[in-house]
């Protein structure tokens, strides 16, 4: 049976933006679009783990703020001809609400 957990509402994430929550030891960053897409990746780019939650977002892309790689928000692969991937987690949001499907899921401080 899967656990969705509800993390915020889609309005506490900025457009273009992302917030942060944990889930466990994690680090999770969950974005959304222009478009009102919501995603949800590891927070750690797969080149030198900077932080993809303080990228720019663009598209269904963030751009890591350290080096520039460009990490595909849908999938979580670098884009080419950069090569890496950054683990996915799945998100839907309902009636405003983001729920992750995760368990022990909690805001960041």
């Excluded at 974005?31 to 995603?39: K, L």
């Excluded at 720019?56 to 990490?71: A, D, E, F, L, N």
């Amino acid at each position: 049976m899967t656990q969705w957990t509800k993390i915020c509402a889609l309005a506490d994430i900025p457009v273009l933006g992302a917030r942060v929550v944990r889930l466990g030891a994690d680090t999770i960053a969950v974005f959304r679009n222009a478009a009102d897409e919501v995603f949800a990746l590891h927070d750690r780019c797969p080149h030198k783990g900077g932080p993809l939650s303080q990228g720019i977002v663009h598209g269904r892309s963030v751009t890591c703020p350290m080096h520039g790689w460009k990490i595909g928000l849908d999938s979580g692969c670098a884009e080419a001809p950069d090569e890496g991937r950054t683990p996915c987690l799945a998100v839907k949001v309902e009636a405003g609400e983001v729920y992750l499907q995760a368990a022990d899921v909690a805001c960041a401080a």
